[in-house]
T-cell receptor, first 110, second 114 residues
Framework: DAKTTQPNSMESNEEEPVHLPCNHS???????IHWYRQLPSQGPEYVIH???SNVNNRMASLAIAEDRKSSTLILHRATLRDAAVYYC???????????FGKGTKLSVIP | DVKVTQSSRYLVKRTGEKVFLECVQD?????MFWYRQDPGLGLRLIYF???????EKGDIPEGYSVSREKKERFSLILESASTNQTSMYLC?????????????FGSGTRLTVV
């Protein structure tokens, strides 16, 4: 599995955009980049995933660098409900499992 | 919405007891997983199952076993609970196919072994 580097923690003001970075310099060419988040006292939940192109869904956007060695999860307007630990997980198409790192703890300030 | 339901939110068991943690999913997913989560160590995979009666060891299977007799149900068994198995246990499921997209997790069972 590719190693990832994420900031331990980040802060954002409510209703402002948040950019959560992830470095995955050892990613292989067929690995997808997955993002999950874990709200307090809950199990992780799927946020978004992508391979090469930038991706958007109702929760977030994912910007993937051209060399695929890094990606950024973008929350367009942070809400208090977005306070969570965010995990960036490269994972191959042949893999059954997710390998979680330490993630980034996002705090949202009212 | 897919639901993954874990039978207990909190459990307290004594050392040496046999403990069953139950997980049920309602979307006909082929794959099911058991993780444990500990402060500073993150989520670690214990076992997973890609079909009924099939199981594979994850990263930390020692001290645990699993059972999958029906597609919707995946049980984690602690044969003889020990204090170092005090942890948050998370069950997950996802559709078949060799891709890590689309996991759904339960809310977790916080197990304390005294």
């Amino acid at each position: 599995d590719a190693k990832t580097t994420q900031p331990n923690s980040m802060e954002s003001n409510e209703e402002e955009p948040v950019h959560l970075p992830c470095n995955h310099s050892t990613i292989s060419g067929t690995d997808y980049i997955h993002w999950y988040r874990q709200l307090p006292s809950q199990g992780p939940e799927y946020v978004i995933h992508g391979l090469t192109s930038n991706v958007n869904n109702r929760m977030a956007s994912l910007a993937i660098a051209e060399d695929r060695k890094s990606s950024t999860l973008i929350l367009h307007r942070a809400t208090l409900r977005d306070a969570a630990v965010y995990y960036c997980i490269p994972s191959g198409a042949g893999s059954y499992q997710l390998t979680f790192g330490k993630g980034t703890k996002l705090s949202v300030i009212p | 919405d897919v639901k993954v339901t874990q039978s207990s939110r909190y459990l307290v068991k004594r050392t040496g007891e046999k403990v069953f943690l139950e997980c049920v999913q309602d979307m006909d997913h082929e794959n099911m997983f058991w993780y444990r989560q500990d402060p500073g160590l993150g989520l670690r995979l214990i076992y997973f199952s890609y079909d009924v009666k099939m199981k594979e060891k994850g990263d930390i299977p020692e001290g645990y076993s699993v059972s999958r007799e029906k597609k919707e149900r995946f049980s984690l068994i602690l044969e003889s609970a020990s204090t170092n198995q005090t942890s948050m246990y998370l069950c997950a499921s996802r559709p078949g196919g060799r891709n890590a997209y689309g996991y759904t997790f339960g809310s977790g069972t916080r197990l304390t072994v005294v």
